[in-house]
C-alpha cells in the first residue's frame, strides 16, 4: 500500500497553474527519493519529475522542463509540484512515489516498486 496521499488537482484552463501536494504519513521524505508520475487514459504511466533525497536535486521530464517545479518542505513532510503554463496534454492522474537512484544516489524518474500507488490526483487542462 502507497504510503502517499496526493491532492492539488482540478480543472484549469490552459496556460493556467495548479500546485499538487505528495504527504506521506508513514515515510520521512527528507531521507527517500520521491517521483511525480502521471498517466493519462490510454498511456502508460510516465515519471515526469523527482526530489532527491537530501540534496533536494530535482530532475525533470522534456515535457515539463521549464514549466513544472517539484520541491521538498521537510518540515510539512510533503513534496509538492507547481505546475505553470499548463496545456491540455497535462491532462492525467497524477501520483508521486518513491524513485530509484543512479550510482550518485541522485533520483532517477522510475517508481523503486510498481507494485504500490495511491489514489493519485485527477488534472484536467481544458477550455
Known amino acids: 500500500q502507497s504510503p502517499f496521499v496526493e491532492s492539488g488537482g482540478g480543472l484549469v484552463q490552459p496556460g493556467g497553474s495548479l500546485r499538487l501536494s505528495c504527504e506521506a504519513s508513514?515515510?520521512?521524505?527528507?531521507?527517500?527519493?520521491v517521483g511525480w508520475f502521471r498517466q493519462s487514459p490510454g498511456k502508460q504511466r510516465e515519471g515526469i519529475s523527482c526530489?532527491?533525497?537530501?540534496?533536494?536535486?530535482?530532475k525533470y521530464a522534456d515535457s515539463v522542463k521549464g514549466r513544472f517545479t517539484a520541491s521538498r518542505n521537510n518540515a510539512e513532510n510533503t513534496v509538492y509540484l507547481q505546475m505553470n503554463s499548463l496545456k491540455p496534454e497535462d491532462t492525467a492522474i497524477y501520483y508521486c512515489?518513491?524513485?530509484?537512484?543512479?550510482?550518485?544516489?541522485?533520483?532517477?524518474?522510475?517508481?523503486?516498486?510498481?507494485?504500490?500507488w495511491g489514489q493519485g490526483t485527477q488534472v484536467t487542462v481544458s477550455s
Open positions: 512515489a518513491i524513485t530509484s537512484t543512479d550510482f550518485t544516489s541522485a533520483c532517477v524518474m522510475t517508481a523503486a516498486r510498481d507494485d504500490s
Open positions: 508513514t515515510v520521512t521524505l527528507e531521507y527517500v527519493s
Open positions: 526530489v532527491t533525497a537530501l540534496s533536494g536535486l530535482a
